[in-house]
């Protein structure tokens, strides 16, 4: 999936904050109107289809880069392209020591 456009707000996760014994996220929030670029996958978990995308944020001299997370809001318009790629089983799975739902091959 590639993403293009702008945002006019976002929570994006820039990195951990804390990385043991648990992975916490480092929240930053990106107020806008700005421009983005990004890219991500459409994966399955066992609650069904999950984007994950990460992108490089930006308004005049300030970028952020990272992953949005929900509530994030289009300014004006962001197109997604999304290439399928057919042959593969893939899907993410819980992994019990991150606590994260994984890509898995």
Excluded: W
Excluded at 56 to 69: D, F, L, N, S, Y
């Amino acid at each position: 999936m590639l993403i293009t456009g702008g945002f006019r707000e976002a929570s994006v996760v820039v990195g951990p904050k804390q990385e043991k014994p648990k992975i916490i996220g480092n929240f930053k929030d990106f107020a806008g109107p700005g421009e983005v670029l990004g890219v991500g996958t459409i994966y399955c978990d066992d609650e069904g289809p999950k984007m994950h995308i990460h992108s490089a944020i930006g308004k005049e001299g300030q970028v952020m880069v990272g992953c949005p997370r929900g509530g994030a809001k289009t300014f004006l318009i962001l197109e997604v392209t999304i290439i399928e790629i057919e042959g593969i089983n893939a899907a993410r799975k819980l992994d019990k020591q991150t606590g994260f739902n994984l890509l898995r091959f």
